[in-house]
């Protein structure tokens, strides 16, 4: 069975230009958005890259997983930052109490969730402080040519492709949104889009609000 911490891993070691260049903006707009000493819940952490950026501005950061594999070498990889608690978890089932985070992030993650969207929204809106904000990135409605260059490129076996939907695996379904698709999200998680900047020819960078 294909795992998507392994794809993502090789995606990341090995990008094609416009996934570097989506890479660079998610960290400025990272950088851009969380605040000195803020509380931070990175959900789907994989193996720290965006804590990594977090770390700049704020040590109060958890990240989560699902992937074993990938918390216990992020565990490891953050062992030199005490503060930082990187926890096995799923993102519909949050294991924190309400008003827990300032800025919850949601990178790459979104568009692999299926029909567990607005449940996990939902979940992150719980734990979020009342003037907290969700940041999330997802593929743009014009990235499949772009996102089946990279599965390409990194060996990816794609089962099928039903419009901007790519199975990869039976675990692995991976979507794309366009900006109006992203406002239905919201608003059926009971959120609302206070920031939305197209990265063209591949993502959605958007910053969510209670």
Excluded at 31 to 55: F, M, Q, S
Excluded at 87 to 93: E, F, G, K, Q, S
Excluded at 144 to 170: A, F, M, Q, S, T
Aim: net charge negative; aromatic share 6%.
């Amino acid at each position: 069975m294909t795992k998507n911490i392994d794809l993502w891993g090789r995606a990341t070691q090995n990008p094609t230009p416009i996934f570097e260049k989506m890479f660079a903006e998610q960290e400025q707009y990272l950088l851009e958005h969380v605040k000195k000493g803020a509380r931070v819940l990175d959900v789907g952490c994989g193996y720290g890259r965006n804590i990594k950026t977090l770390l700049k501005v704020t040590d109060k950061i958890i990240g989560i997983d699902n992937d074993e594999q990938a918390v216990n070498e992020t565990r490891k990889e953050m062992a030199g930052s005490p503060s930082v608690e990187i926890l096995l978890a799923d993102a519909v089932t949050l294991p924190f109490a309400e008003n827990s985070f300032d800025l919850v992030v949601l990178f790459d993650i979104l568009h692999n969730l299926a029909e567990n969207k607005i449940k996990a929204l939902k979940e992150i809106d719980r734990v979020l402080a009342t003037d907290g904000k969700i940041l999330i990135s997802v593929y743009s409605e014009d990235a499949l040519e772009n996102r089946l260059e990279l599965y390409e490129k990194i060996g990816c076996p794609i089962i099928k492709v039903e419009g901007g939907k790519v199975v990869l695996d039976e675990s692995v379904i991976s979507e794309q949104f366009s900006r109006e698709e992203l406002s239905v999200l919201a608003k059926e998680a009971g959120l609302k889009i206070a920031d939305c900047k197209k990265i063209d020819g591949i993502a959605y960078l958007c910053e969510l609000k209670k």
